[in-house]
């Protein structure tokens, strides 16, 4: 039986010490892996005859600008379905140069979520097949999930705003 | 040669037809815009838009306390919405270490599995609508009606249902809700009887078979690296159910079979989903059965006893003094949050509908990510009709039960 110790555990003996920041929140395991080494441990995550992770649930980024050097967080859900556990890892990325390599090669289904990432977050996923905008507007010029555009002010007055039935 | 009508550069030598299917194509059923390069009738490629009615949910999600996000939930996959507020809930439910009563799990088994027949009653007919038999789409539909009826019972809307709170349900199912189900769990005059026909118009069918055997098929292996889930991966032949493999609000509790096909083309997922309506169905006797067995005060419980987190009852924040300060703590978004991060999924109709919510302590999600099913799913479209025909692809569209709304969020 898969355990989150054995997982760590095999982990730490194929990557060292690089892994850092293990928690188990709500149960699953999560760790930080740097960020040019998100390939190789997807790939020995996917490969190891016992870990078996092999299915992708979900790839998405989140922005922590107080994080100086390291803003975006490009979070990793996989699943392994034998065992049926799951593990969460993240690598980070400087808002400067957000350089993160793509999972397309293994995963086909990391091609929309890396667009969808790309598109709210300006993560650039090198070696992504087609790497545009996807949900939003292909003439937008920033990245609107970042926290630097908080949403409008609700109670602001200094708006005209009479067309959208609020004046 | 010179008195030629020269046509312009490229008309002749390109052997391809282009075509624009969509974004408001009636045979889409929905805002998708596929842009196809056929050789006559063949598609040779085709290149897909989403998009078109993306609502910036995760923003808007990041300025809301938590019961304010199960409106844009609903607005997901609106085929079957309250599958995807009880998946909201107990995100909630799980970052906040609430459990709910027996009861609310069986009530809440009840509104999801009544969610699932619907959808998937909706995707399965529409692809007898595409294939040319429109009469299953109207044998059904009254039973959509009546499970729209059923939750109107509960919680008084019918499509964007916004349906339960936190630790349970806004309150008790009346006794006109359970006659509804069982009207509809009727074996002779209900639902039964009517998936019954429905079958008997389509599953031996010849020309419905000749239709959509070949049609769209997937291996297991690119479907799982596609993202494949729920019925559409279970067509392909891997049992995968977040209902079996995380049970979540006591799933653990019912008897039901996972049904999987083996080509995962549209023939196979049409089977599949009638086979989990029929699965539905006996789960839905079940939870009704085990909701039956609790009398007196028992039957009573509609929700966790959590007054920090569950929204009280209109006519006790009128009367009572802390369903007041409850009340105003909720609304204003006062309440203790955890800091932590959670995934959550549940089984939605057309696969592992998955909530990332981080909190940061703070009145609203730091950052809250909807895993859509339809939206991973979608990217093998392309890939499941090329080389096959434009009217194939319209079938494939519907049979692989795309949501417009959750693909976009």
């Excluded at chain 1, 086909?108 to 598109?119: G, H, I, K, L, V």
């Excluded at chain 2, 006790?316 to 609304?331: C, N, P, Q, R, S």
């Excluded at chain 2, 999600?365 to 991973?376: A, N, V």
Aim: hydrophobic share 35%.
């Amino acid at each position: 039986m898969l355990t989150n110790e054995i997982i760590q555990q095999k982990l730490t003996e194929k990557f060292g010490d690089v892994l850092t920041d293990w928690q188990e929140p709500y149960g699953m395991l999560t760790f930080t892996a740097p960020n040019e080494l998100n390939l190789k441990v997807l790939q020995f995550l996917f490969d190891d005859a016992d870990l078996k992770f092999n299915f992708l649930t979900d790839l998405q980024a989140v922005h922590y600008p107080d994080n100086k050097g390291a803003e975006l967080a490009v979070v990793y859900h996989l699943h392994n379905w034998v065992d049926n556990i799951r593990i969460r890892f993240k690598v980070f990325a400087d808002i400067n140069q957000p350089d993160v390599f793509s999972a397309t090669a293994l995963y086909q289904s990391a091609n929309f979520m890396e667009r969808e990432t790309y598109d709210f977050f300006g993560v650039n996923f090198v070696g992504h097949p087609n790497l545009i905008r996807i949900l939003n507007v292909d003439e937008m010029d920033y990245f609107p999930m970042r926290k630097e555009f908080p949403l409008e002010d609700q109670t602001r007055i200094d708006k005209d705003d009479e067309m959208f039935g609020r004046g | 040669m010179s008195d030629h009508i020269l046509l312009p550069e490229g008309s002749i030598e390109k052997q391809t037809t282009t075509l624009n299917l969509g974004p408001t194509h009636p045979a889409t059923h929905g805002v998708f815009q596929n842009i196809l390069e056929l050789d006559g009738e063949r598609i040779m490629k085709a290149t897909s838009t989403v998009g078109y009615i993306h609502r910036a949910f995760e923003k808007i999600a990041e300025r809301r306390p938590l019961y304010q996000i199960t409106p844009l939930t609903d607005r997901l996959n609106y085929c079957s919405s309250p599958i995807n507020n009880m998946g909201w809930h107990l995100t909630c439910e799980k970052l906040l270490n609430v459990s709910t009563p027996k009861r609310v799990d069986y009530l809440r088994v009840i509104i999801m599995e009544l969610a699932r027949i619907s959808d998937h009653l909706i995707c399965n007919s529409i692809v007898g609508v595409d294939s040319g038999a429109y009469s299953g789409f109207l044998y059904v539909m009254q039973f959509r009606e009546l499970i729209y009826e059923i939750y109107e019972e509960v919680c008084g809307s019918r499509l964007t249902t916004n349906i339960g709170r936190i630790g349970g349900f806004e309150r008790n199912f009346t006794n006109t809700a359970f006659e509804k189900l069982e009207k509809f769990l009727d074996e002779k005059t209900g639902y039964p009887a009517q998936l019954r026909e429905f079958e008997n118009l389509f599953t031996r069918n010849r020309i419905f078979m000749d239709r959509t055997i070949g049609c769209g098929p997937i291996t297991a292996e690119r479907a799982m690296n596609y993202g494949f889930t729920g019925p559409n991966l279970r067509a392909a032949g891997v049992d995968y159910d977040v209902r079996v493999h995380s049970p979540y609000s006591s799933y653990q509790d019912f008897d039901f079979t996972v049904p999987v096909g083996t080509t995962g083309d549209c023939y196979d997922r049409f089977l599949v989903r009638n086979q989990e309506m029929w699965q539905s169905l006996s789960i839905l006797n079940q939870a009704y059965k085990k909701v039956q067995e609790f009398k007196g005060a028992e039957a009573d419980v509609f929700h966790a006893d959590v007054p920090a987190y569950y929204l009280p009852e209109k006519k006790d924040v009128y009367t009572k003094m802390e369903a007041l300060i409850y009340h105003f703590k909720i609304v204003m978004g006062e309440t203790e949050m955890p800091v932590g991060e959670v995934y959550n999924s549940v089984e939605g109709a057309n696969g592992e509908l998955g909530y990332y919510l981080i909190s940061d302590g703070g009145r609203t999600p730091y950052r809250l990510h909807f895993r859509r099913p339809c939206f991973i799913y979608y990217q093998a479209y392309p890939e499941l009709i090329k080389d096959g025909m434009l009217s194939d692809a319209v079938i494939t569209m519907s049979s692989l039960n795309l949501i417009a709304g959750e693909l976009d969020a």
